[in-house]
């Protein structure tokens, strides 16, 4: 039995996209927000966390202005594939008519 070129597609693929177009926002945000966030006693913060304890040789960089905007930038092209991909949700909305 064959079927239509423009069937309609299963609901894992739509779930999967949803799933994709919340977690590239999510990381995108955590990317962007928490090179800068400051200090608190008690949550790990950017200046103060693993990596910079495990690399001490980095640590000029790590705590460079530069990187921590690099880090942000790399955030918001997350931000910008989690929105083309939400403008891409529209593909599954479209009728087996078109």
Do not use: H
């Not at 894992?12 to 006693?41: H, I, S």
């Not at 930038?73 to 403008?87: D, K, M, P, R, W």
């Amino acid at each position: 039995m064959e079927t239509p070129a423009n069937a309609r597609y299963p609901w894992r693929r739509k779930a999967l996209a949803v799933f994709l177009v919340a977690l590239c926002a999510m990381v995108g945000v955590f990317l962007t927000v928490y090179p800068w966030m400051p200090c608190e006693p008690g949550f790990p913060c950017w200046d103060n966390n693993r990596a910079v304890n495990l690399l001490p040789r980095w640590s000029q960089i790590w705590k460079s202005p530069y990187f921590r905007g690099a880090v942000s930038g790399l955030g918001l092209v997350n931000i910008y594939v989690a929105l083309l991909e939400a403008v891409g949700l529209r593909r599954f909305s479209q009728d087996e008519d078109d």
